[in-house]
């Protein structure tokens, strides 16, 4: 009896596919994987104190909480953004700051420690003038006092807020004066 010829071809295909699995599970030789995006270097509040000792910039605060949706949006979006990273690696000491953390922060000689009456940690009432909103971004000036931006921010927006800081403007014009000849390049 004749074999038929669709069983032949069976064991060729299976040898075909797992050569085509092996060669694909190899990376060429000469290949170079792309660089990844720098992801922004979170710093507490205590090294960025210490970073301001030995070189004056800005610092930018994402005040956040565990449960806040819009502050894990901002994460995703706005902090996750190439040209934001960048941008905040090279001009602003980035702290990230739980709202409701129970640690005791100091800053400026002064101490925060958490109040169950606000439910959070009275260095985010500081921050944020009493009006607590997460997410929040806050921008303190070397010498300047907390400046609280409250609301979830995309890059395109946040480009402007963070340039009036990073390049010194807030020393020379009000933002609004900043803002109406601003270009963005985000």
């Known amino acids: ?44 509040i205590d090294q960025a104190a210490t970073k301001l000792q030995q070189e004056q910039k800005p610092i930018l605060i994402d005040m956040y909480t565990s449960w806040c949706g819009w502050c894990k949006q901002m994460d995703r979006r706005t902090y996750s953004d190439k040209r934001v990273a960048q941008y905040l690696s090279d001009k602003f000491y980035t702290v990230k700051l739980d709202a409701e953390t129970h640690a005791t922060i ?6 925060y420690t958490f109040d169950p009456q606000y439910r959070c940690n009275l260095f985010a009432v500081y921050l944020s003038h009493g009006r607590l909103e997460f997410p929040t971004t806050i921008i303190i000036a070397p010498g300047e006092q907390p400046q609280a931006i409250p609301g979830y921010l995309e890059p395109k927006d946040f480009e402007p807020l963070v340039k009036y800081f990073g390049e010194g403007d807030y020393h020379t014009r009000g933002f609004d004066e900043f803002q109406h000849d601003f270009r963005s390049t985000w």
């Open 106 to 111: 100091t800053w400026q000689g002064k101490t």
């Open 1 to 44: 009896m004749e074999r038929p010829k669709y069983t032949l071809l069976f064991p060729a295909m299976i040898a075909a596919a797992l050569v085509l699995v092996l060669a694909s599970a190899r990376k060429p030789a000469l290949a170079t994987p792309a660089a990844a995006p720098k992801p922004i270097s979170w710093l507490t």
